[in-house]
């Protein structure tokens, strides 16, 4: 009877201390999230860590952590609760003792260019004997930026032309024909009035002149997200996807030569502040700058492109080459780069088009890039 007797006391004062500690609710329970990489390449590894640190003096029994996590965003060694379309689940459960602090590494990984948030926690304490549960949402906002994949400029075939994208960038960008830097083996998408003929029978291959760089040019890639008329109708996400890895792996090169190089684009910008702007100007020490601002383009458009060549065409100036890479053109997209070309702006296209199959424009040079490199 005496044992009777204690056991229902002991239950009495677990329930009690149950109830009190459950009143408590989650003051003195601190959770904070971190990374150990904010800055990554597709595929590339990096640590999610959660940080809990109990500051009552008696133990916490049961803490559930439930996290979402989005689209893309991978915990290897983890195994979901929940997965639709756009939102991962996953539940971590930790026993903590008093003033202990606990911390745990989730390797994770994620396969896509882009701006990934970790945004909210819910919080599930329970007493010892499962009688009591409450829970509390937290947010707790994380920014992951994965950069596009850059290639070498070499790599990169732009198909209806047959030649590589250093070629191309040398042959488009600025070289000056009165300071002839030295001699070169010849490579596919020279120009042919660039082989030196007396150099290349002495030397019995084909050599061509290498140009120095005009310092006072610059490169300025311009990314149009724009795939259908209104603008807002239709995303080619593959052509975007394209398109950016261009202009992060020939801004990679044209940087390295010593060319001032910035990007602009008609896309909304991901940005929690949602104040990211969509131009960087030219630059040659901001390639990391250019990589993040790849990683932000979305593939929605926040303008008729044609109104983007409108507004921003205004500050063109003839010293820059404009490089842009688009899926789609119309007839208003046309008549302002006719407008600019007639004002002496020097422009080029990349079609990133499935088929390339945007139209030839009079004196405006364009060449298909299919995906290759």
């Known amino acids: 009877m005496k044992s009777y007797a204690i056991f229902i006391l002991a239950v009495i004062a677990f329930y009690i201390f149950s109830r009190y500690t459950m009143s408590m609710g989650f003051k003195d329970i601190e959770v904070i999230r971190s990374l150990d990489k904010a800055r990554i390449f597709p595929g590339d590894q990096f640590n999610v860590i959660t940080k809990i640190e109990n500051k009552r003096r008696w133990p916490i029994a049961f803490l559930n952590i439930k996290e979402q996590y989005p689209e893309g965003f991978e915990r290897m060694q983890s195994s979901p609760d929940f997965r639709n379309p756009n939102v991962t689940y996953y539940t971590s459960s930790y026993s903590i003792l008093g003033h202990e602090r606990v911390k745990r590494y989730y390797n994770s990984t994620i396969d896509k260019r882009g701006v990934y948030y970790l945004k909210y926690l819910t919080l599930s304490l329970g007493d010892l004997f499962g009688i009591f549960n409450i829970e509390e949402e937290q947010e707790d906002l994380l920014e992951v930026i994965v950069y596009p994949k850059v290639v070498d400029a070499s790599q990169i075939e732009f198909e209806n032309k047959s030649i590589q994208g250093d070629s191309v960038v040398r042959r488009w960008i600025f070289s000056d024909p009165v300071y002839v830097r030295g001699l070169r083996e010849y490579v596919r998408g020279d120009r042919m009035k660039d082989i030196h003929w007396n150099s290349s029978l002495r030397m019995n291959k084909l050599v061509v002149k290498e140009y ?93 492109f044609s109104e983007f060549l409108r507004e921003k065409g205004s500050y063109f100036n003839s010293n820059s080459i404009y490089i842009i890479l688009t899926p789609y053109m119309n007839d208003e997209i046309i008549s302002e780069m006719i407008k600019l070309k007639r004002y002496g702006i020097i422009m080029k296209v990349i079609d990133v088009s499935e088929k390339g199959s945007l139209p030839e424009l009079n004196h405006i040079e364009k060449i298909y890039y299919g995906g290759k490199g």
């Open 212 to 304: 120095e760089y005009t310092s006072e040019r610059q490169v300025v890639f311009i990314a149009n997200v724009q795939c259908a008329k209104p603008y807002w109708s239709a995303i080619d996400g593959e052509a975007i996807e394209k398109a950016v890895k261009i202009v992060a792996s020939l801004s990679n090169f044209t940087i390295e030569q010593g060319i001032p190089t910035g990007v602009m684009t008609n896309a909304n910008m991901i940005s929690s502040s949602g104040n990211f702007s969509n131009e960087l100007l030219p630059g040659i020490n901001n390639f990391k700058e250019i990589l993040e601002f790849c990683a932000r383009i979305d593939k929605l458009p926040k303008v008729d």
